[in-house]
């Protein structure tokens, strides 16, 4: 089975800094990795994908992704940080299609990020 | 905006007593998934529709039924809830077929179950 690892349940940073949230994969075949974001009491909200093609993934509200295929690694990047930043952020790997259609996610843990004045 | 709506969004019942969560979506996707997410936990994909075609997880409890009346709805029933089911139950959806295997899934705002 395709899985994920988010090392850090949490992430602290200041605002205007950068911020790097991790996710490693452990995959047979090519990697399909994704990135959400959950805020307190919302559901989860797309980021961004790697399926192929270029390793900097760019992704909504200013963040991106580097996919690493040496170091099996698809860290969350922003160049500066956003108070409004501050929420729950999940990677994902397609762990396989579902039957008739549709995708099968398997989730990391999740890492809270908190971005402070 | 197309969008996937659930209701309600907070929902406080008794043990034992029977609840129905609903979802409803305007993208017009084929296929519409069921997550349980507990506190501070990744969801967990408890069945899927493909159209009609209703797809269990393995391990979801058999307390744990869905019905799928057209495209828009789907509905999420628990029989008997126990005080473990207390969750955000999460809708979400994605377009259908080998070829769009890859697209992102669209997910609700979810509601949070409590049961007492």
């Known amino acids: 089975a395709q899985s994920v690892a988010q090392p850090e349940d949490q992430v602290n940073v200041a605002e205007g800094n950068p911020l790097t949230v991790k996710c490693t994969y452990s995959?047979?075949?090519?990697?399909?990795l994704f990135w959400y974001v959950q805020y307190p009491n919302r559901g989860l909200q797309f980021l961004l994908k790697?399926?192929?093609?270029?390793?900097l993934v760019k992704g909504s509200y200013g963040f991106e992704a580097e996919f690493n295929k040496s170091q099996t690694s698809f860290h969350l990047k922003k160049p500066s940080a956003l108070v409004s930043d501050s929420a729950l952020y999940f990677c994902a790997v397609r762990d396989l299609i579902l039957t008739g259609g549709g995708n099968k996610l398997t989730f990391g843990t999740g890492t809270q990020l908190k971005v402070e004045l | 905006d197309a969008m996937v709506i659930q209701n309600p969004r907070y929902q406080v019942t008794q043990f034992g007593k029977p609840v129905t969560l609903s979802c409803s979506q305007t993208l017009n996707h084929n296929v519409m998934y069921w997550y349980q997410q507990k506190s501070s936990q990744a969801p967990k994909l408890l069945f899927h529709?493909?159209?009609?075609?209703?797809?269990n997880e393995a391990d979801t409890p058999d307390n744990f039924q869905s019905r799928r009346p057209n495209t828009s709805f789907c509905f999420l029933d628990i029989r008997s809830p126990g005080l473990g089911d207390t969750a955000m139950y999460l809708c979400?959806?994605?377009?259908?077929?080998?070829?769009?295997?890859?697209?992102?899934?669209?997910f609700g705002d979810g509601t949070r179950l409590s049961i007492l």
């Open positions: 790697y399926i192929t093609g270029d390793n």
């Open positions: 995959v047979s075949g090519n990697p399909y």
């Open positions: 529709y493909y159209d009609k075609d209703f797809n």
């Open positions: 979400a959806t994605s377009k259908g077929g080998a070829a769009d295997s890859n697209q992102p899934q669209h």
